[in-house]
């Protein structure tokens, strides 16, 4: 009842963002996405003497909000909701109680029943009924945002009495006389009850006070809280795909390759707009609004990669505007970044437009993943500030989970602790094997196949046991083995064609590497394990082939799916061992120069010493490498590419890089231990084929200057 206590009017926004609206015919109700502003989008609250727990709704038109006992379509349990005059003082149709869901309200008839708005295709399509929820699927239609309306504030208005026709003195016969009503004097006072009708001002002329929900650019709907203290980002779509720069250096489009740098976008602010940015890609060019159309006939336009003429171009600025969890990224011309789905030319593609279609609203909809963080405020000497995870997204650190709600994203200066909060490796430190629940009370499963993933109740079984194993330099991973001395794996492989859930698989891999990796991130007493690709372990539901299987995916409607409680079933002993996380399972042994394997799942190094006395036969060395920006960063929680290199001298690895790379004129450069800076490689190469780990700056970056050219010795 808070929601309505000091309320004269309201407006009742429906899951699918449209309103509960009274028709014109005076007696069906609808929803529509358009009717914020107008006036059959507005209900009278009336409170009900004698009953503090309900309230009736009246309409534009003097009727009330009914719960009809006449079933909207026969054979379904959903019945009408009406506008109606009822005949006597005592009909309970027309109350309705408010109950609390969070932020949001359901209204329940005295039947038991709730105000439901329906989705799907016609007839039920924009409908209204009272129902039961019995589905998963369908729990939120009967949740509701209240938007209270301040009458009172609306100028040159006359609006009729919202005297309530239940009043003791109301005469049912039909006679003309009012009376009145039994709320507060203040309200009584508020409404003009002498005019017969209710005169409305047009949209345009109530603009200032009545804003279309489409177009406010309120600052309370600002996304720049988002980028305030972001050096670099990722752009994830509704699809679970990244906004990334093809190496045309022109068109943009989606790809599932979160961690290359390509989907890395620098974010540069504009002097003088605090409310626009600049994103500008890999290639150094700057994200476009095209005035070219995508295809001839389509009102989508092209979005590409351009350098323009000068840096007041407002095609290249871009207005984030706040949606929930997610953000729009709307152009100067009120058109939005839109990730397009569907069949090619449309799959993967961006384009920018009004999506006008209740399917496309959320394919304007992007999640952000913050990858640098400035952070010049909190110390002088240093400008940047890496996640300690490849892949740990910050965007969901900073806005919670879907089930807890969404926090206020936190500044810079309290980023890290933030972090924490998430962070679900407590749940693992001290755990040498654990067993996963999900949501339907059965257990994370490594089939007797020793390939696929399953649930089972059979919590007991040997199955369900996964030895945990943590990852040495990363300190919020784990991987998860099976009882086969299998890693749980999200794979790349659909579950089914169609769909966007991929298979989670047991594998062997030949080389230890994001794959098996898993983050926990903390929700209450529950975790959630993200993929390094921003998606989740899930535990579906539901008819087969979804029951009891088990996939990685976003979910957009089923957020209790991703959720498992941990149970430790082995307790360490001590200090967890932790494996490298570049090595190959080919190799028995490494030399001493690298990492060595120390888990029990390679026996070959625990049987005797004579692996460690004797060195690695390998040709050449592995060679992973980085290409550092104009200002010479590199983001080293992303690890870069690698190649088999058989040469000696530095000469050759230049010559191999640039064939790796495509630039000319490359300086190879490594990063000195102590204080992080880049130095250029001047001698020969480490000894003993070590593995080695360098950075590629262009000729035609800014820091390249700053290095003597020197010619290389070969070794």
Known sequence: MEFFNKAKAVRFKSHLDKYLVADDDEETVRQSRNGGASKKARWTVELVEGNPHVIRLKGCHGKYLTAADVPFLFGMTGKKVLQTVPATKKDISVEWEPIKEGYKVKLRTRGGKFLRANGATLPWRNSITHDLPHRTVTQDWVLWDVEVVDISLLDNEYISSCNSSFSSEYEFSGSNTRSPSITSESRENSLQSAAPEIRWPSIAASQSRWRSIASDRSAHRSGMEFFNKAKAVR???????????????????????????????????????????????CHGRYLTAADDPFLFGMTGKKVLQTIPATKTN???????????????????????????????????????????????QNWVLWGVDIVDICVSDLDSGSSLLSPTSSFSSLADDYMGS?????????????????????????FFKKAKSVRLKSHNDKYLTADDDEESVIQDRAGSSNNAKWTVEFVEGVDNVVRLKSCYEKYLAASDEQFLLGVTGRKVVQTFPRKLDSLVEWEPIRDGMQIKLKTRYGDYLRANGGLPPWR?????????????????EVDVVEILPESPPKVSRSESLEDDVVSSSSFRLMSPAF?????????????????????????????????????????????????????KLEEETGLENIIVCSRNRVNGKLYPLRLALPPNNA?????????????ASDFIPVTPTSA
């Open 314 to 360: 407002n095609s290249i600025e871009w207005e984030p505007l706040k949606e929930g969890n997610y953000l729009k990224l709307m152009t100067r011309e009120g058109k939005f970044l839109r990730a397009n789905g569907g069949t090619p030319p449309w799959r993967n593609s961006i384009t920018h437009d009004i999506p006008h279609r209740t399917a496309t």
């Open 691 to 703: 593995t080695m780990h360098v950075v590629v700056v262009p000729s035609t970056s800014r820091v």
């Open 402 to 426: 879907p089930d807890t709600g969404s926090p206020a994203i936190q500044s810079g200066r309290s980023w890290n602790t933030s972090m924490k909060q998430v962070s679900g490796m407590e």
């Open 235 to 281: 752009l994830q779509s509704h699809l679970g795909k990244y906004l990334v720069a093809d190496e045309d250096e022109e068109t943009v489009r989606q790809s599932r390759n979160g961690a290359s740098h390509k989907a890395r976008w620098t974010v540069e602010f504009i002097e003088g707009k605090n409310s626009v940015i600049h994103l500008k890609s």
């Open 603 to 655: 026996p070959s190094l625990q049987s005797g010493g004579s692996s460690d006395d004797s060195p690695r036969k390998s040709e050449g060395r592995l060679i992973y490498y980085n290409i550092a920006d104009d200002y010479g960063n590199v983001n080293d929680a992303i690890e870069g590419p690698s190649f088999q290199f058989k040469g000696h001298g530095l000469e050759e690895l230049t010559q």
């Open 548 to 564: 009891n299987s088990i996939t990685h995916d976003i979910p957009h409607r089923h957020h209790d799916w991703i959720l498992w």
